[in-house]
C-alpha cells in the first residue's frame, strides 16, 4: 500500500506514538518491529544515523506488512531515493531543507519535515506541507512554543520530537494539533543491542496505556 500524507497523519493520530530506532545492527529490526507491532504500536521510524538503516527498511517491509515504516534523520536525496526504494512509507527530517522536500515532492513520498522557529514553518507552508515534526522538541520551548506557534499558524498538524519522554508526552498530546510524538525512550539502544524485547515490550504497552488515557 502506498500512503499519503493524510492517511498517515491519520495513522499516526489513531498511535500517537512514534518510536525513533538507531540501529546498529539491521537483522534487531525483525523481533523489534514485531515487539512493537505486538505491544500496540505497529509504526517505527528507522533513522538514517547508521549504516543499518537501509537494509533494516527493507526487512520490515519484506516481513511485517502491518508496520508503517518512517525513514528519519534523512539529510540527502541519496538518503530519500535509497529509503523510499528499500520501501519507506514516508520521510522525516530533523530541519527543513527545501531541496529535500522538492525532492519527496517529485518522488510522490509523503515528507514531514522538522521546525521549530516561525521562519522554518512560513517555508514549509509555501511548499504545501501541512504536517511537520518539531524539533529539538524540549529544546525549543516544548508545550510553551508549540501553542504560541500555533496562535499564528492554526491548522498545522505537529509531530513533537526530541526530549519526549514519558513524564512530559501527556502535555504534548494534550495540544490538539498535535498528531503523534516521536520518542526512543522505550527502543533505547541498550535494551536492542542486549535483545531485551521482553523489556521493549513492557515499556510499550506502558506508553500505549498511558496515551489511551
Known amino acids: 500500500m502506498r500512503y ?14 512514534v518510536p525513533v530506532i538507531a540501529l546498529d545492527n539491521a537483522e534487531d529490526i525483525l523481533p523489534l518491529a514485531q515487539t512493537l507491532s505486538e505491544n500496540g504500536l505497529p509504526v517505527v521510524e528507522i533513522t538514517f544515523r547508521s549504516a543499518a538503516a537501509e537494509e533494516a527498511i527493507k526487512l520490515v517491509k519484506a516481513n511485517c506488512p502491518e508496520v508503517l515504516i518512517a525513514a528519519g534523520t534523512v539529510l540527502t536525496k541519496e538518503q530519500v531515493l535509497t529509503a523510499k526504494n528499500a520501501g519507506a512509507d514516508c520521510i522525516v527530517t530533523p530541519g527543513f531543507n527545501p531541496n529535500i522536500v522538492k525532492y519527496c515532492q517529485e518522488l510522490d513520498i509523503p515528507v514531514t519535515p522538522g521546525v521549530n522557529s516561525p521562519m522554518a514553518i512560513e517555508a514549509a507552508l509555501e511548499l504545501g506541507i501541512t504536517a511537520v515534526k518539531f524539533f529539538p522538541a524540549e529544546a525549543s520551548g516544548g508545550v510553551k512554543m508549540i501553542k504560541a506557534l500555533l496562535g499564528p499558524y492554526a491548522s498545522l498538524k505537529i509531530m513533537p520530537t ?41 515499556l510499550t504497552r506502558e506508553v500505549v496505556e498511558l496515551v489511551k488515557q
Open 4 to 17: 499519503t500524507t493524510e492517511q498517515i497523519v491519520e495513522k499516526l493520530t489513531e498511535l500517537k506514538v
Open 162 to 202: 526530541g526530549g519526549v519522554s514519558v513524564s512530559n508526552i501527556k502535555d504534548y498530546l494534550a495540544i490538539s494539533n498535535v498528531v503523534a510524538c516521536g520518542g526512543s525512550w522505550f527502543v533505547d539502544k541498550k535494551l536492542i543491542n542486549e535483545k531485551n524485547w521482553d523489556e521493549i515490550g513492557r
